[in-house]
């Protein structure tokens, strides 16, 4: 969009704004006339925002600016809402592409009682409501909402605590030789299975950002949850989907009592050692199968999930016919999974990486509509990926794009240089230019550092 064309988007978003306020002030906030006057400002805001992250608009005299320059033709048509923002004491405003109809609402009620204060009482008013409109002004800590954005915890935290012992007690019943409490399992399988019907994308990201190995419980839980993620996105019944997540949270119940030592020892194992890692599918199977409330395809799948789409790997006697679905979907998220831990270690196995990797081994390893699928519900940087994009600035994946899948959704916290933006942003990658090209695409994957940090609210360590 030319900067004219930008500049007449933004004065119109501000005379609707204005027309907001009026009704407001006439029929009161909940009036169905109000609000549909928000609706038009949001819809003139959005217009605004196309081509860029924000609006950002200074109060300078009684002229507001917007790009340096001010919008001489609002000084009179728009005098009632300059004077609003000045009578506030607000400096500068700026709206990002992600505020809401109810954000410019609450804006707009935060502008009138500020108007109403003196400046030192100006600043006790309560800005949480807006988290996608920043204002700097008298009184207003500026970086109270960074901060405050900075201390929101992981939601997906409390489900690994969980799933880690819901895992250590199933491990600690087979140790005991005890049968498995197969309900407590279902029951929490679920619980992660509403959670993702809701929105996938925080499970996903807890599933990135937790710091683990191929051996531990974590691995386990993250392969149940890449598993509903796959299973879901092929469109399955949820009962089904359910059993397939149960599937790849017990895959290794065969290896889930050999010792962690073990399993992570450097040097060679012994012949006894190596003979029951390799047994574990058909342990893990047989233990299963006799479990009661473990439905058949969850043993099917222990026994099948490192046998190949070409029937190589092991065990190397399987039934004739073709592989369970549920068998190929977990054996797609344990590897996954696997490539992706050796990152927390060991550098070198990027997202970009693992999904080339991968790639490789489509009709050898694994089904290649079904790895397909799977990447197009995770994208080559899944959620939780730290990315630089190509115009310097860093930000977080918090959702992919089914068609796209190089070209995900990202929030931005850090501008080109490494100075953390005042308040995170949001771009999706897969929005195109008028020449039809991406406006935006990832550069590069990368390592959180001292500087680039993963956000407080994605982490789950
Ligand atoms: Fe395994
Ligand atoms: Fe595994």
Redesign the pocket.
Known sequence: MALADIRESVEKFLLALQSAFQARAMYGEAHKLTKEALGEAHSMMQGAVLSRPDVTLGVVGEMLIFDKQPLHRLARTAALLTGLLIDGKIEKVSFLKAATRDELGAFLALVEARRKLDANAAAAIDTSGLRNIVIEGLGIDESRDGRKADRETNPCAAYYTEGVDVLGDIAQSIGDKRAIDADKANAFINKILGRLLENKSPLLIAASLKKHD?YSFV?SLN?AVISLAQAQGLGMSAPLVAEIGMAGFL??SGKLALAGQVLRKKEKLSEDEFAKVKSHPLDGAKLLMLTPGIHPLIAVAAFEHHVRYDKKGYPTKVFGGDLNLGSMIVAIA?VYD?LRSVRSYKEGMTPEKVYEEMHKMSGTHFHPDLLEAFFSSVGVFPPGTMVELDDGHVGIVIAENDAEIRQPIVEVWYAKGGAKERQPYVVDLAEKGPGGSYRHTVLTSMLPTEVYEIPAKYRVD
């Open positions: 191929e691995h392969v895959h290794d344990d696997a």
